[in-house]
């Protein structure tokens, strides 16, 4: 902002006001402070103290892009976010998670959002079980990378069969809940950016090492519910590992289970009436990107003896855009109470349809069916048959060290179904 300088003669009160911009207290008001150099006034913002200063902290670190694309990726998600919502980089908002889907054409260099969502809640077990018994009418989990697949799914159910020349990209702000997240087994590495790659990076994954099996390195996780046993302190808040489980009807498995699922069954769950599955290419993250952390996670840990035949092994980058740029208290952290979740997707028309839930209770928030609930899925429209997905979660997802051993033990194909939502 360009300084506005007013001089009065010194007959007059002698002002100089330096117009700046404001700063911004902990209590969201804005103010300025005088201060005297001979016979002018200077009004300036104050400086906050070092206490000020530490009581505050970014919501979002700075960090290195793996490449353009991941950039590229992560601005179309973020950008037709605030397009939809009418909000700026600089707009206040809740702390939240935000993730979608974006279709490249590699011949024409072009790429379209499909899909995007924001969400951060779930339901617990017990509402998930009457809902399951019942008419289920309600979405279980409104995590935004959940979200962003269930409101793709509705865009592919006017897709007859998807294009060879484009591929599928997924976007999230944060990485993933669930083992993405553990980072005990992992040494970190910063990411080097490379400004000559134009697409996304292919890079080989390493074969993950089960040296720590025991500990949970490869192990399942649901999202935690009140009652849950305590974890161990390197197992982030949020997330009960499967072992700790007694009963596990109704519990919802962590985004990272569920993106290593679709990594095995295809996007849609089970391949459907399309000749062949659909596979994400590539998983840009923003916050807490680990690609170690990742290959473990989204797709590594599913290759074991007698696993599935095909594991997809997408590209996996971090985006330096970022989704929220302001502030948020040290002392207390972000702050994830807000229940409202939202969703959107792309219509033929260039039209967006979307929805805004309230994830305490899995309806819209003026208390309507969502259209994302499993009552209102177009029968077989999303690759439900029970054929592929029958063959793979008993035969090859039950073997011994599978991440998801015990639970297939426990359940019919059918139930293990509504894990992937």
């Not at 010194?10 to 103010?31: A, D, H, W």
């Not at 865009?155 to 993405?180: I, R, V």
Request: proline share 5%; charged share 25%; with cysteine.
């Amino acid at each position: 902002m360009i300084p506005t300088l007013l001089l009065f003669p010194p007959f007059y009160t002698s002002v100089l006001s330096i117009e700046l911009e404001s700063l911004q207290c902990n209590r969201g008001i804005s103010y300025t402070v005088p201060w005297r150099v001979g016979q002018f006034t200077f009004m300036s913002s104050p400086t906050p103290s070092s206490s000020e200063k530490a009581s505050v902290r970014s919501a979002e670190k700075s960090r290195i892009s793996t490449c353009p694309f991941a950039d590229r990726i992560a601005t179309a998600v973020v950008g037709t976010y605030r397009s939809l919502t009418g909000t700026s980089a600089e707009s206040p908002m809740a702390p939240n998670v935000l993730a979608g889907f974006v279709i490249f054409d590699e011949e024409s260099d072009k790429m379209e959002v499909l899909s995007l969502a924001v969400g951060t809640k779930y339901l617990p077990p017990n509402i998930v079980r009457e809902d399951e018994e019942g008419r289920n009418e309600l979405v279980h989990d409104c995590h935004a990378e959940v979200l962003a697949r269930l409101s793709l799914l509705r865009w592919l159910q006017d897709c007859e069969e998807w294009p060879e020349s484009k591929t599928l990209h997924l976007y999230t702000s944060s990485a993933p809940c669930g083992n993405a997240c553990i980072k005990r087994w992992i040494s970190g590495k910063k990411e080097k950016f490379d400004a000559e790659e134009r697409l996304w990076l292919v890079a080989e994954h390493k074969k993950v090492e089960l040296h720590s099996v025991p500990e949970g390195q490869v192990e399942a996780t649901f999202k935690a519910a009140q009652g849950d046993p305590p974890m161990r302190e390197y197992f982030p808040k949020g997330i009960v590992r499967a072992s700790a489980i007694e009963d596990t009807r109704g519990r919802i498995l962590s985004c990272s289970d569920k993106i290593a699922l679709w990594n095995v069954l295809g996007i849609e769950g089970g391949g459907g009436r399309r000749s062949r599955p659909i596979f994400i290419e590539s998983i840009t993250v923003g916050r807490k990107f680990s690609r170690g952390c990742c290959e473990r996670a989204l797709c590594c840990r599913m290759e074991f003896k007698g696993g599935p035949k095909e594991v997809k092994h997408p590209s996996l980058m971090c985006s330096a855009v970022k989704f929220q740029e302001g502030g948020m208290d040290a002392e207390k952290g972000a702050d994830f109470t807000d229940g409202e979740c939202r969703w959107w997707r792309r219509c033929d028309d260039g039209t967006w349809e979307g929805e805004v839930l309230d994830g305490s209770t899995g309806r819209c928030a003026d208390g309507a069916v969502s259209k994302l609930a499993r009552c209102q899925r177009r029968e077989g429209g999303h690759g439900e048959k029970r054929s592929r997905i029958e063959e793979v979660y008993p035969t090859q997802l039950s073997a011994r060290h599978s991440p998801f051993e015990r639970l297939f033990a426990q359940q019919s194909s059918a139930d293990c179904l509504g894990w992937l939502w």
